[in-house]
């Protein structure tokens, strides 16, 4: 089976400007969630999707935002990028039973962004 | 509201030792679930072992073991017979009963000795 895809691996960008990640699932998983790696702040969750639906949110700013497809892929965009959202964004994917519990999370290989 | 803390910042040991990745929790919660990921330097994060709270055995995959102290909210890693492709970070993580959102801890980096 597939793991998890990411794309793009690296990115640079300047300061104000949009970006757009993308993240293919194990097949079958439903379950995508995504978290901000940075040296500072360690792993922190910014959000879950399920069957399209958002349904867990950490505590990040508005500017990022995310959503599931039908097909399960996710993407996230992070909207007016600042230097401090630099980082490496993972995203996981996990399989899920009929209720939705949702079991370990299997990663991609990350996005690095960096902001300039 | 979960904590996960992992007071280690650094450790070595020698190839073909047994080591242990000290990690406790705090939850308020009653079901939940604990997991350990290796971080290498490429970056991605890979799944090790995972115990939930109402496990009663310690978990147990390969050359790793989860020692799993409940009531002193303890989920220590075990590698036993360390190789140098060990060396790493190290992640402790729990979430909730129904999964998805995962605190991690701030990781240990592992170095393996030849």
């Keep these: 089976k597939a793991g998890v895809t990411q794309t793009p691996r690296y990115l640079i960008k300047t300061r104000g400007q949009q970006v757009t990640l993308s993240c293919s699932p194990i097949s079958g998983h439903r379950s995508v969630s995504w978290y901000q790696q940075t040296p500072g702040q360690g792993l922190q969750f910014l959000f879950e999707y399920f069957s399209e639906t958002q349904r867990n949110k950490g505590n990040f700013p508005g500017r990022f935002s995310g959503r599931q497809f039908s ?5 996230m965009n992070v909207s007016t990028l600042e230097l401090g959202d630099s980082a490496l964004y993972l995203c996981a994917s996990s399989s899920t039973t009929n209720s939705g519990r949702s079991y370990e999370q299997y990663f991609g290989p990350g996005t690095r962004l960096t902001v300039t | 509201a979960q904590k996960i803390t992992q007071t280690q910042p650094g450790m070595f040991v020698q190839e073909k030792e047994a080591v242990t990745l000290d990690c406790t929790y705090d939850t308020s919660d009653q079901s939940y679930g604990l997991f350990w990921y290796k971080q290498p330097s490429s970056g ?18 390969g050359r790793y073991s989860l020692n799993f ?35 991690f801890g701030q990781g240990t980096e592992l170095s393996v000795k030849p």
């Design chain 1, 71 to 75: 097909n399960s892929r996710s993407e």
């Design chain 2, 44 to 61: 991605e994060m890979i799944f090790l072992i995972y115990q939930g709270s109402y496990d009663e055995q310690n978990a147990t995959e």
């Design chain 2, 69 to 103: 102290q409940k009531a002193r909210k303890s989920a220590n890693l075990v590698i036993s017979a360390s190789q140098l492709g060990d060396s790493a970070m190290y992640f402790c993580a729990m979430s909730r009963h129904e999964g998805g959102k995962l605190i």
